[in-house]
């Protein structure tokens, strides 16, 4: 077997044709979204006043395994992907460790994440719909940038509102965001019925992305059906459907080198990143395949796994959505004012929700200070500088790592480095 190379990447022939549908693997069916007025099961008619309508079908399907992506969103796909797997040589060394660390990159587009996999096929999806606007809410700001490109791409006109402390802390994003197009608001604000509210409630409020989902609803409603609708950039299942492709390209590269892990890594805010990179692993694992272990990392002071409770709530602060399960610190919940970068979620991917309270993903929560601390340690050995959000799934790939150095034990381990920190 050949020497495993510092970089694996695949050829843009090799890269997925199709999505892969976690949802259709599942031995038991995630219980329905619920109409908050009538307690009842949500249909796609009421999601399609605020989703595109080929979103809806998407979140929808529970039968599907494979989707299969337009040719349009894998030429956009092809600018920037396939996005390469990582041997970190440097990182082993560093650590003294018998362990194979490896890691996928997604850092290699502009937005600086991976959140570009899903912008694409939404606002190509709103495109083909007819639609002339979309609406979002962004955090750190990796999502509203990559919806920008999109947008910028497609012809499509955007409205961000970015969480308050975020526009504060990173006004360059909004540079950025505004370069390609949109327009950025800082979320709460005063455009908004919502906005006001939670002003008048919290007037020195950081804000939070329940917040901004309520703030950026609202107005996709009010410009009207014909021609606007929202867009999420994690959260939803046909979220974690278009960013499958993380994981089909880690496996298909992987493979190449007869590389199978042990255990999996990702961080985990809303759970788009951590979905992506384990769906094929995970389909396997639910097939009885495999063993992997799989570890969802997540901010002390944002901890919806470690701490929330699996439970019917709304995924916005103004309590507009259906109701999901998943798990959840409330809807009304505000990340502290010092927690730096994304993963600010009150909420859970309701497929992750499930797979973590029946036992098949292990959650752990990080404090910052440990996270920073291995972004420092990583970048000086890798030479690649993390954002934050990634930094979590480096802090436990590295504690893992660490304890193969005390046990003697070689273990393979995969994470994911979802995004650069870009300084902005």
Request: aromatic share 8%; charged share 20%; with cysteine.
């Amino acid at each position: 077997m050949a020497k495993v190379p510092y970089k694996i990447f695949l050829t843009e022939n090799e890269m997925p044709q199709f999505w892969m549908n976690l949802q259709a693997y599942l031995p038991e069916a995630l219980p329905p979204m619920l109409n908050p007025g009538t307690g009842e099961a949500i249909t796609a008619d009421e999601l399609k006043a605020v989703f595109c309508d080929e979103a809806v079908a998407q979140e929808l399907n529970t039968t599907d395994k494979l989707i299969e992506i337009p040719d349009s969103i894998r030429k956009f796909y092809q600018m920037y992907r396939p996005a390469p797997v990582v041997r970190a040589y440097n990182l082993e060394k560093m650590l003294d460790t018998p362990a194979e660390i490896y890691y996928k990159f997604e850092g290699t587009n502009t937005s600086g994440s991976h959140k570009l996999n899903s912008a694409v096929p939404q606002v190509y999806y709103a495109k083909e719909q007819g639609l002339t606007h979309v609406t979002t809410e962004t955090g750190a700001g990796q999502w509203g940038t990559a919806l920008s490109m999109a947008c910028g791409f497609y012809g499509m006109d955007l409205i961000v509102y970015m969480v308050k402390v975020s526009a504060e802390q990173k006004p360059y994003r909004k540079a950025v965001m505004e370069t390609y197009g949109a327009q950025v608001i800082a979320s709460p604000s005063e455009t908004t019925e919502v906005g006001k509210r939670i002003l008048e409630a919290n007037p020195g409020t950081g804000g939070s992305l329940g917040c901004a989902i309520s703030e950026a609803i609202e107005v996709s409603v009010k410009m009207g059906a014909d021609k606007c609708r929202y867009v999420l950039g994690s959260v939803m299942n046909h979220v974690l459907l278009h960013q499958s492709i993380i994981g089909l390209e880690t496996k298909a590269a992987l493979d190449k080198y007869n590389v199978s892990p042990d255990m999996i890594i990702g961080c985990a805010g809303g759970g788009s990143n951590l979905g992506g990179l384990i769906a094929p692993y995970m389909a396997e694992r639910l097939e009885g395949k495999n063993d992997i272990e799989f570890i969802a990392v997540e901010p002390a002071s944002c901890p919806s796994l470690t701490r929330g409770k699996y439970a019917y709530d709304f995924g916005d602060t103004g309590r507009t959505t259906p109701l999901m399960k998943m798990y959840t610190l409330g809807s009304g919940f505000m990340p502290s004012a010092n927690h730096a970068g994304g993963l600010r979620y009150h909420g859970m991917n309701s497929i992750l929700s499930k797979l973590t309270h029946d036992g098949y993903i292990k959650p752990r929560a990080v404090e910052q200070t440990r996270v920073f601390d291995a972004i420092t340690k990583f970048c000086r050995c890798e030479g690649t500088l993390p954002a934050p959000e990634s930094g979590h799934a480096i802090c436990a790939a590295m504690e893992e790592a660490i304890k193969c150095r005390e046990t003697g034990e070689k273990k393979t381990i995969l994470f994911g480095l979802t995004e650069p920190d870009i300084l902005i």
